[in-house]
T-cell receptor, first 109, second 111 residues
Framework: GQNIDQPTEMTATEGAIVQINCTYQ??????LFWYQQHAGEAPTFLSY????GLEEKGRFSSFLSRSKGYSYLLLKELQMKDSASYLC??????????FGSGTQLTVLP | SQTIHQWPATLVQPVGSPLSLECTVE??????LYWYRQAAGRGLQLLFY??????ISSEVPQNLSASRPQDRQFILSSKKLLLSDSGFYLC??????????FGPGTRLTVT
């Protein structure tokens, strides 16, 4: 089976940097995805990691360590619009995605 | 560019009534298609996926079913809804097993 853990809630201040962690246990590994979901809306794709290391995309970066079963999403220069739920999802041996329960990020002024 | 449509956007149905939710994708051929359900404050639960016309894989046994009558059409159905079927239903597509792109969702309330 697959198990994905991420914190339920986080709070940060506008302009700051926040790191959202995700740990996983899977049978097989074919990549890790991060999605952003605003309240009442569908998730939108943010990043994909399949090899160890850091992938940077503008204000957002995602890191993966396959040996540790660990990933994080780094958000820089936080803006109020970044308040959302961030979902970690893993593609295992069967290739379907298993999603974590999401981390609700609140950005304060 | 690719677009994914879902309808209806919201639905209120009594217990025991049937259900039909439709999803269509434009701008791509032979996509993988997926149905997810998200309960309030929870993560996404994969219900069904399809890698081609008429090919449906079920992830969770329940009173729901799915069909793919055309390459870019995916339908979620139920003969008799339960209260526990309430939730936010999301359709998604992907090119093979790459990143998935979600439709706007259907919010279903079973009363």
């Amino acid at each position: 089976g697959q198990n994905i853990d991420q914190p339920t809630e986080m709070t940060a201040t506008e302009g700051a940097i926040v790191q959202i962690n995700c740990t996983y246990q899977t049978s097989g590994f074919n990549g890790l995805f991060w999605y952003q979901q605003h309240a009442g809306e569908a998730p939108t794709f943010l990043s994909y990691n399949v090899l160890d290391g850091l992938e940077e995309k503008g204000r957002f970066s995602s890191f993966l360590s396959r040996s540790k079963g660990y990933s994080y999403l780094l958000l820089k220069e936080l803006q109020m619009k970044d308040s959302a739920s961030y979902l970690c999802a893993v593609s295992g041996s069967a290739r379907q995605l298993t999603f974590g329960s999401g981390t609700q990020l609140t950005v304060l002024p | 560019s690719q677009t994914i449509h879902q309808w209806p956007a919201t639905l209120v149905q009594p217990v025991g009534s049937p259900l039909s939710l439709e999803c269509t994708v434009e701008g791509t051929s032979n996509p993988n298609l997926y149905w997810y359900r998200q309960a309030a404050g929870r993560g996404l639960q994969l219900l069904f996926y399809s890698v081609g016309i008429g090919q449906i894989s079920s992830e969770v046994p329940q009173n729901l079913s799915a069909s793919r009558p055309q390459d870019r059409q995916f339908i979620l159905s139920s003969k008799k809804l339960l209260l526990s079927d309430s939730g936010f239903y999301l359709c998604a597509w992907s090119v093979k097993w790459d990143e998935q792109y979600f439709g706007p969702g259907t919010r279903l309330t079973v009363t």
